[in-house]
Structure formats: C-alpha cells, structure tokens
T-cell receptor
C-alpha cells in the first residue's frame, strides 16, 4: 500500500526542547515537502527537497531544520528557536518539484507544554 | 507575486443542495497549474484535480465539476447534490511555470459543512 506516513500523530514540546517529526514515503518520489498549517489558514511551505542530500528553504524556514539522507525519508526538526511551534504539520511528496501532484501524509499536531 | 484567494471562509448547506466554492488566482506567468484538494477532519489533504493554463475545458467527475475561466482568473468547484461526507476544508492551489516547489501556493481554504 503506497503512501506517506507521518509520525507521531500528536507531539508535545517543552520549552527549550528540540523535537523531530518523521515523514516516510514509499512512492519512489524524488521531491518531498514540509508545510505548516495554522487554524483558519492555508498551508505555508517550510522546506522542500528535490533530491537526496539537497533541500531548500521555503517561506517560513526559521526555527526549523531538515535532512534528506534517504529518498524515502525527510524528517523535520522543530528547534527551540521556533518560538511559536504550535501548529499542524503536513508532509508531502511528488514525482518532481515541477507542477506535479503533491500527495500528503495524515499530519502531526504539535503543541507546546 | 502569485496569490490564491478563496473568499468564502465557511459555507453551510443542507444535504442534497448544490454548492460552489470560489477560487480566484493571480499570476504573471502564462504557464501555470491549478489544483483543488480536500482536507477531511482526519487532516490528510486529498488531491481532487489538476488543470493547466492551456486547458480551459470544464471537467466533471461524478458529483464534482470544475469551471476554469482565464478571463476572470477563476477556477471554481461545484458539488452537486452534496452529502454529509463532503464536509471538509477545500483548498485551491496554484503552481507557476515548471518549477513547482516553492512556487506552489495554497489559498486559505473554505470550510464546507453539509448538514443532514
């Protein structure tokens, strides 16, 4: 069953703590993305990756970091520098970073304790 | 800069009514792609349709139909005979040129509630 798996579904962060959100895909897609969704708003791009070992900042990259060591995996770390991390985080993938259809995971809801 | 506007924040209809969700976009490119996604309460965005700027034909898929009008920069989505399962947030999105990636912009979404 091909798709995108995000974990955990819910995550809580303490002050000063870094947390990592997992995103795995088995669609053999080259491109992967991380979006942030705040209530009543659209999706905003945090980071995207066109290929293994390469990634680019999106519109709101400050306070976040990513890695792309494997084609299947694109984890997102929310660092302590991100002062307002409470949001719904969505991972997506597509064949390439052209105007290809992006397929999404079920999301991770991050809250601050 | 590219932009997507979905002026309807929330819409409520009674089951079996028809409903149209509006999407207006701005772009300077002559080549672009428009998308609609559905986000049910579970949270995952589900792809519905992609349309390129050179194809203005309207499309129908079951109870769903899309009206693309370049003259008004609109790509509206109509659900015929709505059902409770159609309740979700619907996003319109725009991708300019052939770059995608950072050039993929989502509108703010329209929350549709279909009441039994």
């Amino acid at each position: 069953d091909g798709g995108i798996t995000q974990s955990p579904k819910y995550l809580f962060r303490k002050e000063g703590q870094n947390v990592t959100l997992s995103c795995e895909q088995n669609l053999n897609h080259d491109a992967m993305y991380w979006y942030r969704q705040d209530p009543g708003q659209g999706l905003r791009l945090i980071y995207y990756s066109q290929i293994v070992n390469d990634f680019q900042k999106g519109d709101i990259a400050e306070g976040y970091s990513v890695s792309r060591e494997k084609k299947e995996s694109f984890p997102l770390t929310v660092t302590s520098a991100q002062k307002n991390p409470t949001a719904f985080y969505l991972c997506a993938s597509s064949m390439s970073t052209g105007p290809d259809i992006q397929y999404f995971g079920a999301g991770t809801r991050l809250s601050v304790l | 800069a590219q932009k997507v506007t979905q002026a309807q924040t929330e819409i409520s209809v009674v089951e079996k009514e028809d409903v149209t969700l509006d999407c207006v976009y701005e772009t300077r490119d002559t080549t672009y792609y428009l998308f609609w996604y559905k986000q049910p309460p579970s949270g995952e965005l589900v792809f519905l349709i992609r349309r390129n700027s050179f194809d203005e034909q309207n499309e129908i898929s079951g109870r769903y139909s899309w009206n693309f009008q370049k003259s008004t920069s609109s790509f509206n989505f109509t659900i015929t005979a709505s059902q409770v399962v159609d309740s979700a947030v619907y996003f319109c999105a725009l991708s300019e040129g052939v770059m995608g990636g950072q050039n993929f912009v989502f509108g703010p979404g329209t929350r549709l509630s279909v009441l039994p």
